[in-house]
């Protein structure tokens, strides 16, 4: 027995040994490509590119980054450095260095808004509130999702909308609203099945598989995880299929159906075996020994666990010992084996309270952190309050004016309307009068032309009558001789 569980160890420091020399000559590959480059922005993108491909991996990442700064730095080409301050932001928030991850998101967030480039600042601020989720503040994360969404809906970026929306339905999940939550996560799943983004649909599929398993509805939540497995097949992530198998196996285990959970596991195990990824490995390990331990399959609990445990102590993680130590004290309880059951029973307490030591440790850190953004969030409460004071009275300010103009304008409106009416009336007076004046001059050229006739009447009456007047009377000569006859005298 002593002699297996050695073969098992060596067998262990040998394969550990491979993946070692296997990382060391993935960094020397990558490096020769970076190389390959000339010292331009095309380099900064590829550096950038390589560090999202390596999943962020602290110890091949970290000096990429640092290239990337240093060229973006040489070239003053801004958007590549943000984007580096981006990424250490993320591998700082991957390993639960959330000052850092903050003051490098803060750094990326300077440069962006001195450059006035909005769909930057969304990303920064989707960044910025996955951090400030993990420390606790959802209120504040939520926020800045929301704010992300609204510059990416305004900016009609629908890869960025889609990200946003992702974000905001976990946080509606995790506080128990999964309708709102599986709405918008159905909405971020239209968006990249029409950007045809087979990675964001994958995670899409996963999240709403999640919502339903909350709920649940095992079926539903299979049908999502295999759409997700499927994905993940078609674009060969294998870590990402080993996830899937995970979460079905999960489903499974908790209806019940042993067997199946199982069968699934040992497939995510095959996977991380594969990966010679030795941390997810002896995780997965354990997730079998438990599965074991349901289904009354001790042993295999037991060898399973001891496996598990002996990877915890090479890579040194704490949780896994820990778990290992779970797992194996309850199946030596199970066997009926004291001395051992409490042997790892006693490992098992040990690594919690070393666990429970550092959960304190990031604790503090995450107060701290928090501490920090409640602090911002205040001060910017102040600027914001100072602002809208400023506005209010620049409001004010404008107000009082357009309150003189228009008081101004309807005096002037009154004057103009006063000074109509005076006309109105002055012109109506005066067109009575020129009435009144044409039918006087009328009434005056009738009694004239009436005067004109009679006139005529007269002076016809008066000829007339100087014509009879002069038939009748005898001539001058006529008279003056026969007064001659009568009056001699005259004559003599």
Request: charged share 25%; proline share 1%; net charge positive.
């Amino acid at each position: 027995m002593v002699s297996k569980q050695l073969l098992v160890i060596i067998l262990f420091v040998l394969f550990f040994a491979n993946i070692h020399a296997q990382s060391i000559f993935e960094a020397d590959s990558i490096r020769k490509l970076i190389k390959a480059d000339k010292e331009d922005t095309n380099k900064v993108n590829h550096l950038n590119t390589l560090v999202d491909d390596l999943q962020f991996v602290w110890a091949v990442s970290e000096p990429l980054i640092n290239e990337q700064i240093q060229l973006s730095r040489k070239l003053n080409f801004w958007r590549g450095q943000a984007k580096a301050y981006l990424q250490f932001s993320w591998c700082y928030n991957l390993i639960s260095d959330y000052k850092k991850a903050t003051n490098y998101c803060d750094s990326a967030m300077m440069i962006l808004k001195k450059n006035n480039y909005k769909l930057g600042i969304g990303s920064v601020l989707i960044t910025k509130g996955g951090i400030v989720g993990k420390i606790g503040a959802t209120d504040e994360a939520y926020r800045l999702y929301t704010e992300a969404l609204t510059i990416f809906e305004n900016e009609e970026s629908e890869r960025g909308v889609a990200a946003a929306l992702i974000n905001i339905a976990n946080i509606q999940n995790n506080q128990g609203d999964i309708d709102k939550a599986t709405a918008n996560m159905k909405r971020a799943l239209a968006i990249n099945l029409k950007l045809k983004n087979l990675k964001s649909q994958g995670i899409c599929y996963s999240n709403l598989g999640n919502y339903q398993n909350k709920k649940g509805q095992a079926d539903s939540a299979i049908y999502f995880y295999r759409k997700a497995l499927n994905i993940k097949l078609i674009q060969g992530d294998v870590r990402g299929e080993a996830a899937s198998y995970g979460r079905i196996s999960g489903v499974h285990e908790q209806n019940g159906n042993m067997d199946s959970a199982i069968l699934y596991t040992n497939k995510e195990l095959k996977l991380f075996e594969g990966l010679k990824d030795k941390s997810n490995l002896s995780k997965t390990m354990i997730s079998v020994g438990f599965l074991n331990l349901k289904s009354s399959k001790v042993e295999q609990a037991i060898n399973i666990c001891n496996t598990a445990l002996v990877i915890g102590e090479e890579i040194g993680e704490q949780s896994i010992k820990r778990d290992a130590c779970e797992c194996l004290a309850q199946a030596y309880a199970a066997k009926k084996d004291g001395l051992k059951a409490y042997k790892y029973l006693s490992l098992f307490i040990q690594f919690k309270d070393s666990l429970s030591n550092s959960d304190i440790d990031k604790q503090i850190a995450r107060t701290e952190v928090s501490y920090k953004y409640e602090k911002e969030i205040l001060a910017d409460s102040i600027r914001t309050a100072e602002n809208q004071k400023g506005m209010l009275a620049r409001e004010q300010q404008k107000l009082e004016k357009q309150r003189v103009i228009a008081i101004a304008g309807i005096v002037g409106f009154l004057l103009a309307l006063l000074l109509a009416i005076v006309f109105y009336k002055s012109a109506k007076q005066k067109s009575r009068d020129n009435s009144l004046l044409e039918e006087k001059n009328t009434i005056i050229e009738e009694h004239r032309s009436i005067l004109e006739l009679k006139n005529r009447e007269i002076l016809d009456s008066i000829k007339y009558a100087k014509r009879i007047q002069m038939a009748i009377l005898p001539n001058e000569n006529y008279i003056e001789r026969n007064l001659k006859k009568l009056n001699p005298s005259d004559k003599k």
